[in-house]
């Protein structure tokens, strides 16, 4: 069985690649840096480490393909693949989709690509970008390939170790895929679990950990810290992280049914996962891409959005965390920049107006703009 996967990143070594290769998938990793791709083809195996433990286990059966010398390559492992996976960012996915769509006009045969993003519908915007590059082969591939979208759930920080490849990992995990949208035969991996309605899983980790983990970030940063665990060690960001999940799992709740004490338990485990203190992760790895984490279907404005709707209250402590990400600078960071020109121009309403598409007399803009 052979899987290709685009970006042999954190998550796609981390976590994806790891469990195609446990599951007897001969592993293809696509990316960009040619340095990583030379030394997977040079090893043919890496080192996961479970932070906190002794544990650590080799992924094997592996190869690369640098996708920019090598677009043709990558297309005719399409087009014989099994599985195609991505883990690259969200904002990349516009980009990998002409190879994708490339090699998958050259089948006959069923697959499933799935993105493996932190997004609401990721493998549905894929399919998007793929289409449009097809032509008069559009609706022949559409009928032949399932774009199931995916939840992923493992924090895996960015680091440094001399072996390049090696990469250390929380020892907690979640991929959930929907199911309805598989085309042919289900993927038997262990640790994936398949779904008829994906919808309130990915919510509940969307709104959960990375709404918690942006709040850490954003907060930490405001307040003078580098890392995640820093921020958790400070009481005055712990509560307010706690009362921004209190608010997006009153939603959950509301909308999905989940019990309170089983929302409570999951948002006390999220938590203490924050808290690991075998894991580095720095505020600007979990708080990158500030416009992309002010979307309207993102972590932070979409529950506030639902949580206004549902309660006609304002949710101060997301709030908050908003107007934390509209101070957030960081040079290193072009959405930070790029977010940094637009409250110049527009001022924080206007700019956070824009990019969370909200109407002008919006009550979280208000709530917002007060804040500042
Ligand atoms: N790290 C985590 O804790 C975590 C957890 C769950 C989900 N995710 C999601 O996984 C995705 C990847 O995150 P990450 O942390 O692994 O990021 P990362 O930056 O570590 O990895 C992304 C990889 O994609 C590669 N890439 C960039 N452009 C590419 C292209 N055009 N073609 C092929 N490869 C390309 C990069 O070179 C890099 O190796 C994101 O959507 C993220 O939200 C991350
Ligand atoms: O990857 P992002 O930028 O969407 O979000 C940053 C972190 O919150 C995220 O990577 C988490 O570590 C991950 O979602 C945990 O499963």
């Known amino acids: ?17 790891a469990l195609l290769s446990k599951a007897g998938y001969q592993t293809v990793f696509v990316d960009v840096n040619g340095e990583l791709i030379d ?65 998958l006009k050259e089948r006959t045969e069923s697959v499933n690509v799935i993105a493996c993003e932190n997004m609401i519908g990721g493998s549905d915007l894929l399919k998007e970008h793929v289409l449009e590059h097809l032509g008069a082969e559009k609706s022949r591939v559409a009928q032949l390939t399932g774009f199931p979208n995916a939840a992923v759930d493992r924090i895996v920080p960015d680091q440094t170790h001399e072996d390049k490849l090696k990469v250390t990992v929380e020892p907690y995990f979640e991929w959930v895929v929907d199911s309805t949208d598989i085309k042919g035969e289900k993927p038997e991996i262990a640790g994936l679990t398949l779904v008829e309605d994906l919808t309130p899983y990915i919510e509940r980790k969307l709104f959960t950990v990375n709404t918690g983990h942006a709040a850490a970030a954003y907060l930490g940063d405001y307040y003078g810290h580098q890392t995640i665990h820093q921020a958790m060690s400070d009481s005055r960001i712990l509560s307010k992280i706690k009362g921004a999940l209190h608010e997006s799992g009153d939603v959950l709740i509301k909308k999905y049914g989940f019990t309170k004490e089983a929302h409570g338990k999951y948002i006390e485990t999220i938590l203490s996962r924050f808290a690991n203190p075998d894991l580095s992760d720095e505020v600007t790895r979990v708080g990158r891409a500030p416009i992309r984490k002010l979307g309207p279907k993102d972590r932070l404005v979409r529950p506030a959005v639902e949580y206004i709707d549902w309660n006609k209250e304002i949710p101060t402590h997301l709030v908050e965390v908003i107007a934390a990400v509209l101070v957030y600078k960081q ?36 709530a917002v703009e007060k804040q500042m």
């Open 1 to 17: 069985m052979l899987a290709v996967h685009f970006g042999a990143g954190n998550i796609g070594r981390g976590f994806i690649g």
């Open 39 to 103: 030394q997977i083809n040079e090893r043919s195996k890496y080192t996961v480490e479970l932070a906190g433990s002794e544990d650590s286990f080799e992924v094997t059966n592996i190869s690369g393909i640098n996708s920019v010398t090598n677009q043709e390559d990558v297309a005719a492992m399409i087009a014989k693949a099994d599985l195609i996976t991505t883990a690259v960012g969200p904002h990349i996915l516009p980009m990998v989709a002409p190879v994708i769509a490339e090699g």
């Open 331 to 366: 040079d290193q960071d072009p959405e930070a920049v790029e977010l940094q020109s637009l409250i110049k121009e527009q001022g924080y309403k206007g700019a956070l107006q824009e990019i969370s598409q909200l109407s002008e007399d919006h009550p979280l803009l208000n």
